[in-house]
Each structure stands twice: as structure tokens, then as C-alpha cells.
């Protein structure tokens, strides 16, 4: 990034491209805005069918491209949860919890969670975009 070029997009090493989204933004303030991410690996790859295993690898993802910016799970500010199932989400509390503080921690951002009809990637159980803000130094 530089001053001509207030933005810079993120790509982590070793995944295939995004097509028609970015993974990531990071934007003078410096703040970092994910695309919305699913539950595949880094080669777009499903491993997972259920909700609870797609958060968590979503939330590794997140982390992923948060880090070619610099930044640490702590430096999210905000998380934008999309799921396919509410009963599905609520019967399985506890693994999300379980997984939450695996990745990310004891850190808990703003957050909203949206049951959607449907996702773009029809394997995908749930979708998140995150914010997150580096501190100036």
C-alpha cells in the first residue's frame, strides 16, 4: 500500500484465486476487511459438511488472510455471520464456543448472526466477513 494506492488486496500464499471477490482489504485507517469467507480450505476444497466444522475452518480462514496484514485475531473489531439453519446453529452452542476460543480466543468482537436462504458456494453451512483494525505504531 501506498499513498497513490490507499488499498491493498490480500492473498494468502498457496490459495487458488478468488474469483469476483477479494479475500481480503486492507484500507488506510489501517483497517482490514474480509470477503465473506466459507468453511473450504485453502485449495477451495470441502472437508466438512456440518455447520460447527465449516465455522471452524472458516474462522481459521479468517485468521489466514487477517495475517497477511499483520494482524491477530484481537485486531478484529467486527464479524458478520451468515448461516443456512438457525436450529442447526442452536442446537450445536457449545461446538461453536468450542471452536470459537480455539481460533480466536477470549476475544469477542461485535457481531451479528443472519440466517440466509441460501449461500453462493451451495456446500457452504455458513459465511463470515470480518473487520478488524491495526493499532497505529
Known amino acids: 500500500m501506498n499513498s497513490s494506492n490507499p488499498l491493498a488486496f490480500l492473498q494468502p500464499e498457496g490459495w487458488?484465486?478468488?474469483?469476483?471477490?477479494?479475500?481480503?482489504?486492507?484500507?488506510?485507517?489501517?483497517i482490514i476487511f474480509t470477503g465473506g469467507l466459507v468453511g473450504w480450505n485453502a485449495q477451495q476444497e470441502w472437508e466438512h459438511e456440518d455447520m460447527v466444522s465449516q465455522?471452524?475452518?472458516?474462522?481459521?480462514?479468517?485468521?489466514?488472510?487477517?495475517d497477511v496484514a499483520?494482524?491477530?485475531p484481537e485486531h478484529i473489531v467486527r464479524l458478520t455471520w451468515y448461516i443456512t439453519d438457525?436450529?442447526?446453529?442452536?442446537?450445536n452452542l457449545r461446538g461453536f464456543g468450542a471452536a470459537y476460543r480455539?481460533?480466536?480466543?477470549?476475544?469477542?468482537p461485535a457481531m451479528a448472526v443472519v440466517q440466509v436462504a441460501g449461500l453462493m458456494e451451495d456446500a457452504a453451512r455458513i459465511e463470515i466477513e470480518a473487520t478488524a483494525v491495526l493499532p497505529r505504531t
Open 16 to 30: 487458488a484465486p478468488a474469483i469476483g471477490y477479494a479475500n481480503g482489504v486492507l484500507a488506510d485507517g489501517p
Open 55 to 66: 465455522f471452524h475452518q472458516t474462522l481459521l480462514n479468517i485468521v489466514a488472510v487477517l
Open 70 to 72: 499483520g494482524a491477530k
Open 86 to 91: 438457525k436450529a442447526e446453529y442452536h442446537a
Open 102 to 108: 480455539e481460533v480466536i480466543g477470549r476475544h469477542y
